[in-house]
C-alpha cells in the first residue's frame, strides 16, 4: 500500500450499501436527500444525518463476528501435526501446530489460565521445535506447556526436551538440571520397566556429555543464530533533532502555501544518505494476510506465535505484546475483529484503531479544543501553542482529508462505513452509560468519518523485505500493515523523490537518495515513479486518489521511462548554481565556465574524481547484484553523491545506483531472508 488504500469496499460492506440504497430508492427522493447531505461541512453533521435515516436504522446491525476458538479444531489440527511431523514434514508440522495453539481455549483468560489443549499443542510445537535447532522458541513453548497444566505424567518428555535444547545453547548447568528434573518426572510417567530404564539410562549418557563439555568448553552449534528474520535497529537521525518537528532532523523545516499545502523544506545541503526522519507510528494496523504470521503488536514475522485468550484470529511474538495491545485497542476490537476488516475501504480497521488508541477521555478533550482552536498559532496546522508539531492525536486530526474535492455519493459512502464502525464501537465498553447520548456518539462516528478520508491520502504502508540473495530479480516488498505518520504525511509527492522509506518493526526511517540543496523542497513519492510508470498513468492515478496536478519536474520536463534514459553523455551541472552546463565543441575542461552564474569551474578534476570512485562503484553493484548486500553502503552513497554533484538527472547510472542503494537500505530494515 502506498500512502494509504483505495476504496475496495468488501461484500459485507456492499451488502450493506445496497440495502441502504435500495430501501431510499423506495422511500426517499434521492436527489432532495442528495442536496441535503451535499450542504453539510461538517464530519459529525454527516454521521448524524446518517443516523437519522430509517434505512439505515434498518440496515445496520451489528453483531460479534471473529474467530473463535475451538478445542475440537485445535485437537483435529494437531492430529495433522502430529502426521505430518511423522513424516518428517517439519515445516506443515509446524503450521499445523501453529494453529492447533491459536484454536486452543483457554480458561480464566484475564490471569495465565489453563488449558489441557493448549498445553498439548505447544508441547508438540516444541518438538517440531527442537527437530528445526529453534533452540530458542522450543524453550519458550515448553515453558509455556507447563505453565498451561501440561499433564504431569508426560512432563519428563518436556524436561528432556529442554535438557537438549539447553545442552545446545551451551547452557550446560542448566541442561543438567533439567536431565535430572526429567529422570524424576519419569518417576510418575505411564512408562513400563523396560522403557523406564531404557530412558534412564539415556539421562545418565546425556548428564556425561554435559559434565564432559562443561571441563572441555565444547558444545554444539546454536541452530537459533542462524535466523531468517533479520532484526535491526534504527539509525540515528542526521544533524541532529529537529526542535519544532520532534523525529525529523533539523535538515528540514516545513512551510506552507495555497498550492502546495504543507511541505518539508531542506535549511542545508542535504546529501544521499541522509538519515531525516526517524517515526513511530500514532496508531497502526496489521493486515488482514498478515494476522497470525505477523505480531499484531510490533509486527515481527514469527515462527512460533503465542495467541490471543480470547480469540483465535490474532497471533503475538511474547506474552508482552499481547499484554500491551489487549489493554491498548484488542479488548475492543476482539469480537468483532473480522467484521472491521472486511468492512473495506482499507483504512476501515486503522481509523478504528486510532480512535480505540485515542480514547473517549481524550477525544472528548479535543472536542474542546478544536472549539477553541486558533488559527494563527507560532507553528504550522497541527502544532501545539508551543509550535511544536506533536506527536499525540492533534497532527494526526489535522492531516488532509480533501473532504471538499470528494463527490457526495464518496462522503455518503464513507459516512455510511463510518456509521458501522461506530455501532461496533457501541457493542464494547468504549461509551460509558454516562457518555452514550446520541450527540457525542455522532460526535464520535464524525471522528470516524475524518480518518476514512485522510488515511487514504497518508496513511505508510509497514513493510518487510524478503530478500534471496541468489537471485536479485525476486527480492520484493510484502506488505504487513499500514499506519498514521504525522510527520511523513507532511512530504509531497514527486515522481523523481529525493527519499526512501524503510520499517524497523513500526518505526520509518526516511533517507536520502539524492543530494538536496537548501532551499529545495524534500519530496517522497507517493506510488508512482518516473522510470516505470508512463506520465499518464501517472497523473491520471494521482489525480483520482491524492486530487493534485502532479507538476514535478519529471513530469513537467516529461522524463523518459528506465530504458530510455540516457547513458552514454551525460549533461554536466554547475557545482555552484546547478545549472546545466553548456559545453563549447572544442573545450578547455579544466576551465568551464556556467552562463547561468558565470562559475569558472575546473570540470577535468572533478571527472578525475568519479573515474576514481567508478571502479569501486562497478565492484559494488556487481556484489549487490549477486545478493551480497552486506558492506556495500558507503562506497554506493559516496559514488551517488558525486554524481549528483556533475551529472544533471536522469541519468541512467544515478538511477541504477539509488535501487542498488535501497537494497542495501532493505536488508538493514525489516526484511527475512528467503533463500
Known amino acids: 500500500m502506498e500512502r494509504g488504500s483505495k476504496d475496495n469496499s468488501s461484500d459485507v460492506f456492499n451488502l450493506v450499501f445496497k440495502k441502504v440504497s435500495d430501501k431510499l430508492q423506495e422511500t426517499s427522493d434521492i436527489k432532495a436527500l442528495s442536496a441535503e447531505f451535499g450542504v453539510l461541512t461538517n464530519d459529525t453533521d454527516r454521521v448524524k444525518f446518517a443516523l437519522k435515516l430509517p434505512a439505515v436504522q434498518d440496515a445496520v446491525h451489528v453483531v460479534p463476528k471473529f474467530q473463535p476458538k475451538s478445542a475440537d479444531k485445535s485437537r483435529e489440527l494437531r492430529t495433522k501435526g502430529n502426521t505430518a511431523f511423522q513424516k518428517q514434514q517439519n515445516e506443515k508440522a509446524l503450521d499445523y501446530y501453529t494453529e492447533s495453539v491459536l484454536l486452543a481455549p483457554v480458561t480464566n483468560r484475564e490471569e495465565q489460565g489453563t488449558s489441557l489443549e493448549l498445553s498439548l499443542a505447544l508441547a508438540n510445537r516444541s518438538a517440531v521445535l527442537y527437530h528445526m535447532k529453534e533452540q530458542e522458541l522450543c524453550l519458550e513453548d515448553i515453558q509455556r506447556a507447563i505453565a498451561y497444566s501440561y499433564p504431569e505424567e508426560l512432563r519428563y518428555k518436556l524436561h528432556y526436551r529442554k535438557g537438549g535444547c539447553l545442552r545446545a545453547l551451551k547452557r550446560n548447568a542448566e541442561a543438567q538440571e533439567s536431565f535430572q528434573e526429567a529422570k524424576e518426572s519419569a518417576n510418575i510417567s505411564k512408562l513400563d520397566k523396560k522403557k523406564l530404564k531404557s530412558f534412564k539410562a539415556d539421562i545418565d549418557a546425556q548428564l556425561k556429555l554435559c559434565s564432559r563439555e562443561a571441563v572441555n568448553g565444547r558444545g554444539t552449534v546454536n541452530g537459533h543464530v542462524d535466523k531468517k528474520v533479520i532484526d535491526k535497529v534504527p539509525p540515528a537521525l542526521s544533524y541532529g533533532r529537529n526542535k519544532q518537528i520532534p523525529c525529523a532532523s533539523s535538515a528540514l523545516e516545513i512551510k506552507s502555501s495555497p498550492g502546495l499545502g504543507r511541505y518539508a523544506v531542506a535549511t542545508r545541503n542535504i546529501k544521499a544518505g541522509d538519515v531525516l ?41 511474547s506474552v508482552n505484546c499481547r499484554e500491551d495491545s489487549w489493554n491498548q485497542y484488542h479488548s475492543t476490537e476482539c469480537k468483532h475483529l473480522d467484521f472491521i476488516q472486511n468492512i473495506g475501504l482499507g483504512g476501515g480497521h486503522l481509523a478504528f484503531r ?44 489535522h492531516l488532509v482529508t480533501n473532504s471538499k474535492q470528494r463527490t457526495v455519493g464518496d462522503l455518503f459512502k464513507r459516512t455510511l462505513k463510518a456509521v458501522c464502525l461506530l455501532k461496533c464501537l457501541e ?46 530479480e525476486k527480492c520484493q516488498f510484502f506488505e504487513v500493515g499500514s499506519g498514521m505518520y504525522a510527520t511523513m504525511s507532511l512530504l509531497n509527492h514527486s515522481c523523481d523523490p529525493a527519499v526512501t522509506r524503510n520499517c524497523y518493526g513500526d518505526v520509518c526511517v526516511v533517507r536520502a537518495t539524492r543530494n538536496v540543496n537548501k532551499g529545495d523542497e524534500i519530496a517522497d513519492n507517493y506510488g508512482y515513479l518516473y522510470p516505470v510508470h508512463e506520465k499518464q498513468e501517472r497523473l491520471t492515478k494521482l489525480k483520482h486518489q491524492y486530487y493534485f496536478q502532479c507538476k514535478c519536474e519529471a513530469c513537467t520536463h516529461n522524463w523518459p521511462l528506465y530504458m530510455e534514459i540516457e547513458d552514454k553523455y551525460p549533461t554536466y551541472k554547475c557545482m555552484k548554481c546547478h545549472f546545466p552546463l553548456k559545453i563549447p565543441l572544442i573545450p578547455n575542461m579544466e576551465k568551464i565556465t556556467c552562463s547561468h552564474c558565470r562559475n569558472e569551474q575546473n570540470l577535468l578534476q572533478q571527472i578525475a574524481i568519479l573515474n576514481a570512485s567508478e571502479e569501486r562503484y562497478r ?33 541512467k547510472d544515478i538511477n541504477n545506483c539509488q535501487e542498488a542503494l535501497k537494497q542495501c537500505y532493505n536488508v538493514n530494515a525489516n526484511s527475512i531472508v528467503c533463500d
Open 277 to 317: 526522519i526517524v517515526e513511530k507510528p500514532y496508531s497502526s494496523v496489521v493486515l488482514r494476510p498478515c494476522n497470525t504470521t505477523h505480531c499484531q503488536h510490533c509486527y515481527k514475522k514469527v515462527l512460533a506465535p503465542i495467541p490471543c485468550n480470547q480469540c483465535a484470529g490474532v497471533a503475538y511474538c
Open 354 to 397: 486510532i480512535v480505540v488508541q485515542t480514547g473517549l477521555p481524550n477525544l472528548m478533550k479535543f472536542r474542546e479544543q478544536l472549539e477553541n482552536e486558533n488559527a494563527e498559532s507560532d507553528g504550522f496546522l497541527g502544532c501545539n501553542d508551543k509550535g511544536v508539531y506533536t506527536e499525540g492525536y492533534y497532527p494526526i486530526y
Open 427 to 472: 457493542d464494547t465498553d468504549f461509551f460509558t452509560d454516562k457518555e452514550s447520548d446520541c450527540n457525542i456518539q455522532a460526535y464520535i462516528g464524525g471522528i470516524i468519518l475524518t480518518h476514512l478520508q485522510n488515511i487514504p491520502c497518508n496513511a505508510h504502508e509497514i513493510s518487510q523485505f524478503n530478500l534471496y540473495r541468489t537471485s536479485v
Open 619 to 651: 565492484t559494488a553493484i556487481s556484489k549487490v547484484l549477486k545478493g551480497k548486500l552486506e558492506g556495500m553502503i558507503p562506497t554506493l552513497q559516496d559514488h551517488l553523491i558525486l554524481m549528483d554533484e556533475m551529472y544533471m538527472r536522469p541519468w
